[in-house]
């Protein structure tokens, strides 16, 4: 095996019994097969071979910068007794390889202390969204944060329709520890669920042995049907026969579900035997022990949980790539000739009350963009497809022109991305975006613009008079009330928005009337946002009132500020998505999103397009102080109809709205406890 220094990497040596507590640091190199440990003292080929295993495989980003750790674990063979150590070091930034050689045996039941037994170690999470296991997967305070971590002396985990009713049914569970088999033997696992009124999921995880990095999932169980209404009803699956021994086995329990009740166990059948039992208390152990506050105490275990093991990845594959989903820096290329651009059917009017959404002209898009759903409901039609012979006339134009002005040495690949917004009478106009090769450069340059292609002409020209602003400041904004769960998924969601785009040029904009549920700005100063606000509002909710409170917040005319729902989740590529569809003193974005079924999320999709709402609502700011933003009075405490008025003042004034169903954007089913601060909630509701 050849490794040269460049990235670092943990190395444990472990000998044949536990020694509890950690260790020594030493810094080594990889040479053929030499290993050097502390400075230039080598271990020769032949006591290298004294070790049963050297394995590599990634931890989680929070233990180092680059997020590219490595734990390589060594073992002697039985006899030798040294105390475990642990190295960093460096290998290959494209070492991927895992090296086996014989499996280690970290513990055996020998090693527990006797109080350890009879307890599991059992993390729960008041509040994730979906039924699928996964769906605690895609979460960031799993598996590492959880709302409260006790002790349980059973394998059965049950939810109630007993729970109040903003976080019913949306909990998380995880138990984990040791199973100890009693003899060797041949052993079959079940997951039984019961009472089930709620749609539920759950997996059972067990490792080759007692190390968390050797699990494998035994089982898988879910039950996607919300039965609110119907009589409960039960569920069990079971493993094929897994051969153990009388020794130590790490496992883990995930279980989750949606709105309702969902009792589940595991249970086992032990050798010789015909019957699913539950497991006796004899025959487990904790994993890790709590001190009276919940806190892991120090033992060497937790870190090794705290790694990314084999039961945190995503075990379904439902998730949609969608076109636009990874933004791309844009270089600006100077080939069409400049033209004037002016959307006829864009003038000042008088707007009848509501009748704006008429005035709304949908886009088409090219190529397909995965926001078709063949589902049985309405309005689950994706974007309207664009004629693949317009594409392909667009680019040929544009390469002919690219090939005839001669500026630049290169060549025009390919259509990346192209709308098209309609217009019989003056022609269409393009947000066209192209990778072309440069001479010089290494890789393909990103080009966005906005075209327009004349009626009866064959000659694309540059709209000098409408392009999107590259780079400019963004606003974030939302108002919220006693939100406090929905609230730190907002943040998180941008947080994860932030750490794949680096975009420094957007703020979160939270206003707040006085909520009792969370500590707002406590939570934002802990994120790893660069840039937020939080505006203080008293007195009842309002949700115009405090929208327009954030669009007032920015001062800078050349800024766009974009209000949004809390309840959403927001592909990576958002905020530039904002920016290629505001283009100031012309058009505004008010993008559609997919609106999730209960108990669905964005790796598990259900639902339907959502096209009445302009709850989303994107402007310049010197565009949104120009036709007066939302009408606080008269819906100041009114909701629905509010987002309406707007569109129709945009409309009025003159200002084009681009209206298109925007990939991966998409909507979380929720209650509507606790969002006006009142009692009178029916009267709000749309």
């Avoid at 192209?418 to 269409?428: A, R, Y």
Wanted: proline content about 5%.
């Amino acid at each position: 095996m050849k490794m040269s220094p460049s990235r670092k990497v943990r190395v444990l040596l472990i000998g044949s019994s536990v020694v509890a507590g950690l260790i020594l640091v030493y810094y080594f190199a990889i040479s053929k097969t030499t290993v050097v440990i502390g400075k230039d003292v080598p271990l020769e080929d032949t006591e290298l071979g004294q070790f049963t295993e050297l394995r590599g495989s990634r931890l989680p980003d929070d233990h180092e910068r680059d997020g590219k750790l490595w734990l390589v674990k060594f073992q002697k063979t039985p006899g030798s007794d040294p105390e475990p150590e642990e190295i960093t070091t460096e290998v290959p930034a494209s070492e991927e390889t895992t090296f086996s050689m014989l499996p280690p045996q970290i513990l055996t039941s020998n090693d527990f202390d006797k109080t350890m037994v009879g307890f599991l170690n059992f993390d729960v999470w008041h509040w994730f969204v979906g039924y699928l296991v996964d769906d605690m997967r895609i979460k960031r305070d799993f598996p590492n944060n959880p709302d409260v971590r006790k002790v349980t002396s059973s394998l059965r985990v049950y939810f109630s329709e007993k729970d109040p009713e903003d976080v019913r049914g949306k909990y998380a569970h995880k138990i984990y520890g040791y199973l100890l088999p009693p003899t060797t033997g041949e052993y079959a696992f079940s997951i039984d669920m019961s009472q089930l009124t709620a749609a539920c999921s759950a997996e059972l995880w067990i490792s080759k042995d007692s190390d968390p990095m050797r699990m494998v999932r035994v089982l898988v169980l879910e039950y996607p049907e919300l039965g609110r209404g119907k009589a409960p009803i039960s569920k069990r699956v079971e493993s094929a026969g897994i051969a153990m021994q009388a020794d130590v086995y790490y496992f883990e329990f995930l279980e989750k579900g949606f709105d309702g009740q969902c009792t589940v166990e595991i249970k086992w059948r032990t050798p010789g035997q015909q019957e699913f039992v539950s497991i006796p208390k004899t025959n487990f152990a904790m994993a890790v022990k709590l001190d009276g506050n919940g806190k892991y105490t120090n033992w060497p275990i937790v870190e090794k949980l705290k790694g990314h093991l084999p039961s945190n990845d995503l075990q379904t594959h439902h998730h949609v790539e969608f076109v636009g989903d990874t933004i791309l820096p844009i270089t600006d290329l100077i080939v069409l000739p400049s033209c004037t651009f002016q959307a006829e059917y864009v003038r000042a009017r008088k707007v009848k009350q509501y009748t704006g959404i008429k005035k709304v002209f949908a886009s088409k898009v090219y190529p397909h963009d995965n926001t078709w759903h063949k589902r049985q409901y309405k309005d689950d039609a994706g974007n309207k497809k664009l004629d693949p012979a317009v594409a392909e006339k667009v680019l040929r134009l544009y390469k002919e022109t690219f090939s005839q002005s001669k500026r630049y040495d290169g060549e025009v690949l390919d259509i990346r991305y192209l709308e098209e917004t309609p217009n019989e009478e003056k022609g269409s106009r393009f947000l066209l975006e192209l990778d072309i090769q440069l001479k010089d450069e290494e890789k393909p340059v990103h080009t966005s613009e906005y075209v327009y292609l004349p009626t009866g002409k064959d000659a694309l020209c540059h709209a000098e008079n409408f392009q999107w602003s590259k780079g400019v400041d963004v606003y974030v904004v939302v108002s919220v009330k006693n939100l406090g769960l929905w609230v730190k998924h907002l943040i998180h969601n941008m947080e994860w928005l932030y750490s794949k785009t680096q975009d420094d040029n957007f703020e979160l904009v939270i206003v707040d009337y006085e909520s009792e549920d969370i500590d707002v700005e406590a939570v934002l100063r802990k994120s790893s946002l660069k840039r937020w606000k939080v505006i203080h509002e008293k007195g009842p909710f309002s949700r115009s009132g405090g929208l327009q409170a954030g669009v007032e917040y920015v001062t800078n005319p050349d800024s766009i500020v974009m209000t949004i729902d809390m309840h959403l989740t927001m592909p990576p590529g958002f905020v530039e998505y904002v920016r290629r569809h505001v283009v100031k003193g012309k058009m505004g974005f008010a993008p559609m999103f997919f609106r999730l079924r209960p108990g669905y999320t964005e790796i598990n999709i259900n639902g339907f397009w959502e096209t009445l709402t302009y709850g989303l609502f994107g402007m310049f700011k010197s565009d949104w102080t120009a036709f007066g933003g939302f009408d606080t009075q008269k819906y100041k405490f009114k909701w629905g109809g509010e987002d309406w008025d707007l569109l129709d003042k945009a409309i009025a004034y003159g200002y084009e709205l681009f209206r298109i169903r925007y990939p991966g954007l998409m909507h979380y089913h929720h209650t509507k406890a606790g969002m006006w601060g009142n009692k009178d909630k029916k009267k709000q509701r749309r």
